[in-house]
């Protein structure tokens, strides 16, 4: 089983991020153990100084997680066109490390809109050299329409985008943590 590490991106207790992984969980769950990490309120505030030296115990957990994981999902909401300031919170505290670097990742946007918050997590996942492909990135519009209070998705598309996501993404855990001959 590979270890997959999901960072929710929303603060809220009644995420439609979350419930997202939870489908994503299900339907991976023949090859992979999807470890949630929904925690990023409790990080401290990023503080360059203490980036490298000093660093956190929270943080240092956090990276620990990132560098030990097969795979990473990102799932988050967009918030006023932009990604929630907790998981760039997250991010900043990882940018003079090597922990991404290579590291296969899937990323979830489901919010409102969603457009501009999915391109700048793209953006930002390339500068600290993570891989992914197009199709192992979703945007997931109206998501409030799509996912009810139980986690039940209820538009037959999002289902379908969600299961060729798992499947792009499978692939890219397995083709990337295989050496090429």
């Known amino acids: 089983m590979k270890n997959i590490l999901a960072i929710i991106g929303s603060a809220s207790e009644n995420s439609s991020n979350h419930k997202l992984v939870n489908h994503f ?3 991976t769950s023949d090859i992979f153990e ?3 990490y929904d925690q990023l309120k ?3 505030h990023f503080d360059p100084i203490l980036s490298v030296d000093n660093t956190p115990k929270e943080i240092l957990d956090f990276r620990s997680r990132v560098e030990k994981a097969d795979g ?3 799932s988050t909401p967009e918030y006023i066109f932009s990604i929630p300031s907790g998981l760039k919170n997250a991010l900043e505290w990882c940018v ?3 922990v991404f670097t290579g590291k296969p990742l899937g990323i979830i946007t489901a919010s409102a809109n969603g457009k501009k918050g999915h391109q700048e997590l793209q953006l930002i996942m390339k500068t600290v050299m993570a891989e992914f492909t197009p199709a192992t990135l979703l945007l997931i519009r109206g998501v409030k329409g799509k996912v009810d ?5 209820t538009d037959i598309q999002v289902k ?8 792009a993404f499978k692939e890219l855990v ?3 943590l295989t050496p090429s001959i």
């Open 25 to 27: 969980e299900k339907l």
């Open 160 to 167: 379908e985008d969600l299961a060729r996501f798992a499947i």
């Open 174 to 176: 397995t083709n990337t």
């Open 42 to 44: 409790t990080l401290p």
């Open 96 to 98: 003079s490390t090597t």
């Open 72 to 74: 990473i999902i990102i």
């Open 149 to 153: 209070a139980e986690g039940t998705i």
């Open 34 to 36: 999807v470890n949630v």
